[in-house]
Structure formats: C-alpha cells, structure tokens
Nanobody, 124 residues
C-alpha cells in the first residue's frame, strides 16, 4: 500500500501561482501512476492531471491545460502540481492519487490510493 500526503495549498490571488506537493510513503517500490483531482463545493470530483512513473506520459484536463504542470521526483517519492495563472474557478480541494497500473487514467475509480486533500482558494 501507498500513503499520500498533499501540501502546498493556500490562498492566492487570481493570476498567481502555487505548487502542490504529494509525498508518498509505504510501498513505493511499485511504479505507480500519480494523478491529481479536485473537488469544488457543490461539484463533482474532477480529473486534473496524471503522470506515469517515468514522466514520459502526462495528461491534463482541458480546463487546466497550458496553466498547470504535473511532475514527479521519484528519488524523493514526491509528485508535484505546478499551478500558474490561477483562476477563481480553480478553487477546490485538491487530492493526489496513485494507481499501481499502467496508463494515465482520468477516472478516479481507477486510483486505489488517495491523499487527504489540500485546500486551494483563488480570490478575484
């Protein structure tokens, strides 16, 4: 099993930037895919981005493409989500997730391990 802990959330003005981190521990020997999801109040959880073990393949939701960058440092067992040009619509609880399978799936049900979430609030 893998344990995930997100950090880096906070309050930022529109147009600003934040970098979220996802520290993995436990059984990190498996080459897991890491994904980021978010959930705004009153809305369904939505896919944000995903990255394979090597980083060779990444995937982004249309709503964040060009603004967010997903990356990972396997030596540190940490994944990152660099968010730039933030908009009020980006306000949500952000979760990192992992799946011990191939493919950058956009479906939350495909991810077996989840962090507790970190809040991101973007003010106008």
């Amino acid at each position: 099993q893998v344990q995930l802990v997100e950090s880096g959330g906070g309050l930022v003005q529109a147009g600003g930037s934040l970098r979220l981190s996802c520290a993995a521990s436990g059984r990190t020997d498996r080459r897991y895919v890491m994904g980021w999801f978010r959930q705004a109040p009153g809305k369904e959880r939505e896919f944000v981005a995903a990255i394979t073990w090597s980083g060779a393949s990444t995937r982004y939701a249309d709503s964040v493409k060009g603004r967010f960058t997903i990356s990972r440092d396997n030596a540190k067992n940490t994944g990152y989500l660099q968010m730039t040009s933030l908009k009020p619509e980006d306000t949500a609880v952000y979760y990192c997730a992992a799946r011990t399978a191939l493919g950058t799936s956009t479906a939350g049900s495909e991810y077996s391990h989840w962090g507790q979430g970190t809040h991101v609030t973007v003010s106008s």
